[in-house]
């Protein structure tokens, strides 16, 4: 088993960042890609940034050059940097190992306009 909790989350204003993390505990060593989902209300979860365990990354198109995804194998941690954040990047932010069907409980981000 892997348990994954995120932190990070908050309030912000549009244009502002904020960088989220993700503390992975357990029988990591089964892990391979890592991945950030998110959860606007009243819409489907997205994936918004995947990592696999060679350091290649995959970013949804309207998150490409603001968020980065990186992980710290080290430290069991995965991160994910939000620059010039925006009004419709609010959403509940998910960690998960999708290949191993992991998920966090997750972490708010609200960005105000």
């Known amino acids: 088993q892997v348990q994954l909790v995120e932190s990070g989350g908050g309030l912000v204003q549009a244009e502002e960042s904020l960088r989220l993390s993700c503390a992975a505990s357990?029988?990591?060593?089964?892990?391979?890609?890592m991945a950030w989902y998110r959860q606007a209300p009243g819409k489907e979860r997205e994936l918004v940034a995947i990592?696999?365990?060679?350091?290649?990354?995959h970013y949804l198109d309207s998150v490409k050059g603001r968020f980065t995804i990186s992980r710290d194998n080290a430290k069991n941690t995965l991160y994910l940097q939000m620059n010039s954040l925006k009004p419709e990047d609010t959403g509940m932010y998910y960690c998960?190992?999708?290949?191993?069907?992991?998920w966090g409980q997750g972490t708010q981000v609200t960005v105000s306009s």
């Open positions: 357990g029988s990591i060593f089964s892990i391979n890609a």
């Open positions: 998960a190992a999708p290949n191993n069907g992991y």
């Open positions: 990592i696999d365990s060679s350091g290649r990354t």
